[in-house]
């Protein structure tokens, strides 16, 4: 039976067609294994990863072999950007048996989703002592066919220690010297820099935009340092724009060919924030068209591998020029929207679009919020995860999802001057505050009817962290609002996380950025205009770029919210109380600078704006 046929995710469809007789993810599979009393396979990857591909043709795409997986294990494949829960829960029961932790991640576990083994890619013969997929499967099914007790109690344990460490999400308090400790984190990862290339460290080299993000606001020119240092690199695509997903080498030559949602959203709002115009636009300009799906929301990646002049290559494609490009069928774009990554992107696009003077960016931003905002809420309000065109997943969503989609909401908002979006954010982070900061559905079905628990994953690589990512938008919201029980939701997270983020800043940058805004006094900044339509992009064009070009505002955070006046009172109306009698003095556009929601005489002159976003 094909089963992965009609999946959501693109990863499960390229296995479709494979002999062996895959499940998706779901109840159905692990009743299989019960009844015929075998182990489950559990099999990882993600539709970009170059050896997930390379084991599919290998093994999974072997007769032989199938038939031996078939008659002695249930198979379950399972796209880990669409249940990234189940691959956190595994992936973290996999290092009881390997350090070398990666995809494709290939999980044995019992009819009840105790893991009692795991690996990652196996070759289809034995190399260099490395045994080949097939010796394992049988080494697999010889121990739980004569050692079952001792699987049992492997599986038992794991899952014991897994429990152990599945605690929510840690509270605690600012510490009192942060000042001091954050100031003390931008030098520990200023004497990481590899300065002879930039970037971090030695091999391999990834983007890290959370880090250089905290680093931006602390005023760090290793931030630019770096940003410049990746731009002339074989890092970014020179002929579509764009950033592939790591460099091999410290010289951040041999990338791997991936051109990720979440790297390229994070990376637009960093180049636009710092002024890099050509190459932000060069970003833009891969997501709009690259990676932008009909319906308006991001597909979640472009693959690595493609077939140029009739041979597979990774890679091949980004070393022909654009002439070259054109000739051949460019690689493909997972066009699974996943909402998280959507909402990095909105937030980027929106941000991006105001400081370069790009309305068409703040628009495909609108058009992805409007598709999300239609798709993935299903009928009863709840949050989903993930769709493919307007059919929806069944994954749960996940904390990164209500955090990053509230962000881009509330960006979008700012932007736009529309409450609708500040409102549908607001409603996103309240349900997780009530949910005691967890996500409303509870999380994985098929984990929680299992009783498999794993602890919040609160470090920060490539992207920001479901924490970081809600208290974020939660503290955007107390400073439109007012309402303590944001910032207090967010110190709180925050702070339970503080000691670990300063310790190693490398992978904690957006916590330590929340950080940094909590510390800081809260700058604000709302311009009404009374000439434009609602909702236009160029609202108060004068004065936004008298704000922008003020040097002063990379140290202190602001709030910038854009909009007409007659859009003001459906803001006060809605409770965002940073609005209430904000009016376009005598029919000209106006400024109000604020701090602490304490503000100062109304600005209509774009010079005394810069004088006053100067002398903060």
Same mark, same amino acid.
């Given at each position: ?48 990863? =170059? ?185 970014? +695509? ?15 030559? +041999? ?120 798709? =993935? ?85 490539? #992207? ?43 992978? #904690? ?108």
């Amino acid at each position: 039976m094909n089963r992965l046929r009609d999946a959501i995710s693109p990863y499960l469809r390229s296995h479709a067609d494979n002999p062996v007789d895959w499940y998706p993810w779901g109840e159905a599979a692990f009743a299989e294994a019960a009844r015929r009393d075998v182990p489950v396979l559990v099999s990882i990857g993600y539709s970009t990863c =170059h050896w997930c591909h390379v084991m599919a043709r290998e093994s999974f795409s072997d007769p032989v072999l199938a038939a031996t997986l078939n008659d002695r294990f249930v198979a379950i494949k399972v796209d880990r950007e669409e249940h990234p829960e189940v691959d956190s829960v595994y992936l973290a029961a996999a290092g009881a048996f390997t350090q070398n932790l990666g995809w494709p991640l290939n999980v044995f576990v019992t009819p009840q989703g105790k893991a009692f083994y795991a690996g990652t890619y196996s070759p289809p013969t034995p190399v260099q002592g490395h045994p080949s997929f097939s010796q394992l499967l049988d080494a697999v099914d010889d121990a739980w066919r004569s050692r079952r007790d001792q699987v049992d109690e492997t599986a038992t344990a794991i899952t014991d220690a897994l429990a152990a460490g599945s605690a929510g999400v840690p509270a605690g308090a600012i510490p009192a010297d942060a000042q001091q400790l954050l100031g003390a984190a931008v030098a520990g990862l200023e004497a990481y820099e590899d300065t002879s290339y930039g970037g971090f460290g030695g091999a391999p080299k990834f983007p890290v935009a959370p880090t250089l993000s905290f680093l931006a606001r602390r005023d760090s020119p290793l931030a630019e340092r770096t940003l410049v240092a990746m731009a002339a690199s074989h890092l970014r +695509d020179s002929v579509e724009g764009g950033f592939f997903r790591y460099s091999v080498n410290r010289d951040w030559s +041999d990338p791997h060919y991936e051109r990720m949602l979440y790297d390229n959203a994070l990376l637009l709002d960093l180049y636009a924030r710092t002024g890099m115009r050509d190459v932000a636009e060069g970003v833009a300009s891969f997501l709009l068209t690259v990676l932008r799906q009909p319906a308006g929301g991001f597909g979640s990646a472009q693959d690595s591998e493609s077939t140029v002049k009739g041979s597979r290559s990774e890679g091949g494609y980004y070393a022909l020029d654009a002439a070259g490009r054109a000739a051949e069928t460019p690689p493909a774009v997972d066009a699974k929207v996943l909402t998280g990554w959507n909402g990095f992107a909105i937030a980027a696009l929106c941000r991006a679009g105001s400081a370069l003077d790009h309305p068409d960016w703040i628009e495909a931003a609108v058009r992805a919020a409007d598709f999300l905002l239609d798709t =993935h809420v299903d009928d009863s309000g709840v949050l989903v995860r993930a769709s493919i065109g307007h059919e929806r997943s069944d994954a749960a969503a996940t904390l990164e999802d209500y955090g990053a989609f509230a962000g881009g909401l509330l960006a979008l908002s700012a932007a736009t001057g529309r409450v609708r979006y500040a409102i549908a954010a607001r409603s996103l982070i309240d349900a997780v505050l009530a949910a005691d900061f967890s996500v409303p559905s509870g999380g994985d079905p098929v984990l929680v009817a299992q009783g498999i628990t794993a602890g919040v994953d609160t470090a920060e690589g490539a #992207y920001p962290s479901g924490l970081s990512a809600v208290s974020d938008a939660a503290l955007t919201l107390y400073e439109l609002t007012g309402a303590a029980r944001y910032r207090a939701a967010a110190a709180a997270a925050i702070g339970g996380v503080a000691a670990e983020a300063l310790a190693r800043p490398i992978a #904690y940058g957006a916590s330590l950025e929340v950080l940094s805004r909590l510390v800081a006094p809260t700058q604000q900044l709302v311009i009404v205009t009374s000439d434009a339509a609602a909702g236009s992009a160029d609202v108060g064009r004068a004065l936004v770029d008298a704000a922008r070009k003020d040097p002063a505002r990379k140290n202190v955070h602001a709030l910038t919210v854009v909009v007409a006046e007659t859009q003001t009172r459906d803001w006060v109306d809605a409770g965002f109380e940073l609005l209430e009698g904000r009016v376009a003095q005598n029919g000209v556009d106006t400024a109000y600078l604020c701090r602490d929601f304490v503000c100062r005489l109304p600005i209509t002159r774009p010079a005394d704006l810069q004088l006053a976003l100067g002398s903060v």
